[in-house]
RNA sequence: GGAGAGAUGGCAGAGUGGUCGAAUGCGGUGGUCUUGAAAACCAUUGUACGGCAACGUACCGGGGGUUCGAAUCCCUCUCUCUCCGCCA
């Protein structure tokens, strides 16, 4: 969530840079600051009426230990009107306080200066295209019939075993998986990611931290008899690492990389587009988290985008990078930058890493700050994240680009990691 | 699953109804001394909200209660540890 203090000095600039993001924020902003006001003024009052009933309570211990009891009790007599407002003040600011952060949760993320106006996908921005489609051979196939033809991938039996959605992977295809999380996390850690293996459930406060509560609810598989949510991603567990934490400057760059299977009910999500590993219930991710100072992000920002452009290339895999348009960035970020790899097969492109700086909107939520030496108060840090990378449609980019009469060729960068050099 | 113990500042650890935002030790920061460092000594060292400031208010796992007054007493929840059982 934004913090109040923002809103309060750039009104104007907020409500402006908004609308980029298809976000008329004039009456909720208005209506924030208002109840700001009630709030510091109620506090205010609670304040003066409490210090007013500490130093009675304190006078009146005095009186007793002096001997002093009608005093005493005289003085007791008073104190029970101050109780009673001091009870109906901090009701009042309760709930005003609840309001207040109710309203905060309902604005998005102020736009970066450079996020294109636009209403959805197709209003992102080509930032720029590399490698040509593969020329196919005319009985090329989609994924899904490859995987089959191959026996890599058995969807009839993750339906059996659990669901739609829960694919088992077997012989070379579940090789392939291992060896790609393998080479995700080597590529990482070379780029100075250190490597952590999250709980893969969570519990309540971090689905907050991270904003996957109370909004996304029913997007998160709940285990309701001990209260815990398995993890959509590994940005969630990961990144409450960091929830009410207090960095040192010198702490930044924090970088960690995960893996982890990834759980999603994808509520609402059926047809074409549920094809194959399209869109699944589970699927497996490597994922880049990134602390960073407020005047760096956004050059960590270049290099992540950079360093998953590398690990594509090393895929062989044609792609190209979007800037996400108001109407596509995600209401928790401030600048994403999409990777989709093309399909030939399939003719259409598929998101494989969504790469974003959060600025301090994650952050304020999380309380994750830093604190320098020269500085009185702690200050929000920025946090990144970015998939590097998702797999299953890596999976279907792979199958589907490099299949030849022959078999499907293995990616030389990837031969080291499942022993083998083509699927046949 | 059964029985018991516990949760206090960055860490360790005192504090069982008022003078406690909290002793003490360690750590951190600044300084004195030193050619430099170490040691020693001195000072300082939580967060949030309000206020120009002085300062005020809140926070001793979370929530509720008793009381003029709660870190301290009561209820409840969560978590941790020990033992037993079961088990990868």
């Known amino acids: 969530m934004l913090s109040l203090k923002y809103l309060q000095e750039n009104q104007e600039e907020a409500i402006k840079a908004l609308k980029i993001k298809n976000f008329d924020a004039t009456e909720i902003i ?3 600051i208002d109840l700001d006001e009630k709030r510091k003024a109620t506090q205010a009052e609670q304040d003066a009426t409490q210090a007013e009933m500490n130093s009675l309570s304190k006078e009146i211990g005095m009186l007793f230990k002096s001997g002093k009891a009608e005093e005493a009790n005289a003085a007791k007599a ?4 101050l109780k009673n407002s001091i009870a109906e003040l901090n009701s009042k600011q309760t709930s005003i306080v609840e309001e207040l952060n109710n309203l905060l949760l309902q604005i998005p993320n102020i736009p970066h200066s450079s996020v294109p106006a636009g209403k959805g996908e197709e209003d992102n921005v080509i930032e720029k295209s590399v490698g040509e489609a593969p020329s196919l051979a005319p009985d090329a196939i989609p994924h899904w019939e490859l995987a089959k033809k191959y026996n890599l991938i058995d969807f009839d039996l993750g339906v059996k075993i659990t669901g739609a959605g829960f694919p088992l992977y077997r012989g070379k295809g579940a090789i392939l998986q291992r060896a790609l999380i393998n080479f995700f996390l080597d590529e990482n850690r070379k780029a100075g990611y250190e490597e952590v293996i999250p709980p893969l459930v969570v519990n309540e406060d971090s689905g907050y931290g991270t904003g ?3 909004d996304k609810e029913g997007q998160m598989y ?4 001990d209260n815990l949510y398995l993890i959509p991603t590994a940005e969630v567990p990961v990144t409450n690492i960091y929830r009410d934490v207090i960095l040192k400057g010198e702490d930044f760059p924090v970088k960690n990389t995960a893996y982890s299977a990834c759980f999603r009910r994808e509520a609402g999500s059926y047809g074409k587009d549920v094809r194959g590993l399209n869109r699944l219930h589970q699927f497996d991710k490597v994922e880049i988290v990134q602390l960073q100072h407020p005047e ?8 992540m985008v950079n360093h998953v452009e590398s690990i594509i290339q090393k895929l062989e895999l044609p792609y190209r990078l979007l800037r996400l348009c108001g109407g596509d960035t995600s209401f928790t970020a401030a600048l994403t930058f999409d990777f989709e790899v093309y399909s030939a097969a399939q003719d259409k492109w598929l998101e494989v890493s969504s790469v974003s700086n959060f600025e301090s909107y994650q952050a304020n939520r999380l309380k994750l700050r830093f604190k320098d030496k020269d500085m009185k108060k702690p200050q929000l840090a920025h946090t990144l994240n970015g998939s590097a990378l998702a797999l299953p449609r890596i999976v279907a980019a792979l199958l589907e680009n490099h299949q030849t009469p022959e078999g499907i060729k293995v990616p030389k960068a990837l031969v080291p ?3 083998f050099d083509m699927i046949d």
């Open 78 to 81: 008073k104190t029970g009107e």
């Open 30 to 32: 208005g209506k924030i």
């Open 212 to 214: 996957q509560l109370p």
């Open 222 to 225: 709940h285990v309701t008899e």
């Open 296 to 303: 760096k992000s956004y050059e960590a920002l270049e290099g």
């Open 417 to 419: 990691y499942t022993g």
